[in-house]
């Protein structure tokens, strides 16, 4: 499975920004997707995950109520609408899919990773 992440870009406090992930594979729609984050000298941590039929999302506490995670399963594309951005959300951000497993906040939970697209907010 080829992940492949865009939307990315250089943006001020409080904008907006809509990243999308493309996967390329015929059984996208049974896999559980997440969008995790990874900033300079810190780890990868959790932003967001969704289940297969987009009935059931997942937020890490710093992202609640400002993110929206969602997916068209028909045009095998994840999206994660960023809302009210601030310094803090800058960082690489990856998109993730679990093939057999259930949405999860856990990095070993997702057995595939895209390469990642830049988000930088300036203050």
């Known amino acids: 499975v080829q992940l492949v992440e865009s939307g990315g870009g250089l943006v001020q406090a409080g904008d907006s920004l809509r990243l999308s992930c493309v996967a390329a594979?015929?059984?996208?729609?049974?896999?559980?997707m997440g969008w995790f984050r990874q900033a300079p000298g810190k780890e990868r941590e959790f932003v967001a995950a969704?289940?297969?039929?987009?009935?059931?999302?997942y937020y890490a506490d710093s992202v609640k109520g400002r993110f929206t995670i969602s997916r068209d399963n028909a045009k095998n594309t994840v999206f994660l609408q960023m809302n009210s951005l601030n310094s803090e959300d800058t960082a690489v951000y990856y998109c993730?899919?679990?093939?057999?497993?259930?949405?999860?906040?856990?990095?070993?939970?997702?057995?595939?990773w895209g390469q990642g697209t830049q988000v930088t907010v300036s203050s």
């Open positions: 993730a899919a679990a093939v057999f497993g259930l949405p999860t906040s856990r990095i070993s939970g997702y057995d595939y």
């Open positions: 969704i289940n297969w039929s987009n009935s059931n999302t």
């Open positions: 594979g015929r059984t996208f729609s049974s896999y559980a």
